[in-house]
């Protein structure tokens, strides 16, 4: 039934997600989370910088990273989406910065740059509208299990089939066809109406006790502290719930609906509490740098911190699953969502 344009145009789509931590729906909803818990004055400053003023301001930009990435020109930031943790699940699941962040770069170290690129004030207008279109689909990223782990290529080598899907891989099941099973789609509405969800969970449901705690340790002077902070709370999800009886099991049966069942949870978890992160984050930046140097000039102790180059990651030598994806092409690896 469907035409040839929209075949074409499902096919790219499909294209893209393969190269995303969470897919397309999954950024929009963690940004249109952000969105909502933005204090005003962050609000206005953040679609200053993305000169754009519309209600889906932080959502348009969501995936712009998984874009670039594909480019010559952002070839290098490919390694910004993920920390590949050289952990051994299920029996052990750590993050260790120092063991795991190689030369190239990873979530936490890109996280830390941007953190201070966004509030620095000496950029152009360009390289500040990067820093957060960054910071909005990494602050995402980091929350997916898979994006902390370098097991089998965070995932992506892993075989399974799910709902009928007979070639699908763990990794775009957890980025894409697991929370689009749940929302049934993956336009900006469907994103929309899951952040309002989720929204309402925080704000008077089953969130509102814990929101708190997924910002406790956030604190933008300290922003390879707090990035790894997050990087291993969603890493002690692969032992837990990604695959707590190891790699086999997932590859015995289709994974709807007893595999889904028992990860959705997680899922909507790890989306909410990036979002509720973002805009914490970004409130924060917003009430150290921006707004500090607006109301007080040139402000001593903010420039001093400024000065200082982001922090380099560790001179590691690439890991495992680093070797695996520059083998791969430099790409995730990532198979097609097709039906047999
Ligand atoms: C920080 O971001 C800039 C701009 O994208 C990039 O050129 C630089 O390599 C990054 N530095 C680190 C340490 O990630």
């Excluded at 921006?290 to 040139?298: F, T, V």
């Excluded at 922090?311 to 092409?329: D, M, S, V």
């Amino acid at each position: 039934m469907y035409s040839v344009s929209s075949f074409f145009l499902l096919v790219g789509l499909t294209a893209l997600d393969g190269v995303s931590a969470w897919g397309t729906l999954g950024h929009a909803t963690v940004a249109y989370i952000a969105q909502n818990y933005l204090n005003d004055a962050t609000e206005t400053w953040a679609k200053s910088v993305l000169s754009d003023t519309s209600t889906s301001y932080l959502a348009n930009i969501a995936s712009w990273a998984d874009t670039y990435r594909t480019t010559t020109a952002g070839k290098f930031s490919a390694p910004y989406h993920f920390i590949d943790a050289e952990d051994n699940p299920p029996s052990s699941c750590n993050v260790n910065y120092a063991r795991d962040c190689t030369s190239s770069g990873c979530s936490i170290s890109a996280i830390a740059n941007y953190t201070q690129r966004v509030g620095d004030g000496r950029l152009s207008a360009a390289n500040t509208a990067e820093a957060l279109k960054f910071l909005v689909h990494l602050l995402g990223d980091i929350t997916q299990p898979l994006h902390d782990e370098a097991l089998d290529t965070g995932g992506n080598d892993i075989k399974v089939t799910f709902d009928g899907y007979t070639s699908d891989n763990l990794h775009a099941d957890w980025d894409t066809y697991i929370p689009q099973k749940l929302i049934g789609g993956s336009t900006l509405a469907d994103a929309q109406s899951w952040a309002n969800t989720l929204i309402t969970q925080i704000d008077s449901g089953s969130y509102k006790s814990v929101a708190s705690s997924w910002i406790a340790n956030s604190n933008i002077n300290a922003a390879v502290t707090s990035a790894t902070a997050w990087a291993s709370d969603a890493n002690a999800f692969v032992c837990s719930v990604v695959m707590p009886n190891g790699v086999a099991a997932l590859q015995k049966g289709d994974l709807y609906p007893t595999y889904y069942n028992s990860v959705i949870g997680t899922v909507e978890l790890q989306i909410v509490k990036g979002g509720y992160r973002l805009a914490d984050w970004l409130n924060k930046i917003h009430a150290a740098d921006i707004a500090k140097r607006s109301l007080e000039g040139r402000d001593e102790k903010l420039e001093s911190r400024m000065a200082k180059a982001a922090p380099l990651p560790p001179a590691n030598k690439p890991g495992r699953a680093q070797l695996a994806r520059e083998a791969a092409g430099g790409g995730c690896g990532c198979d097609k969502h097709k039906r047999h």
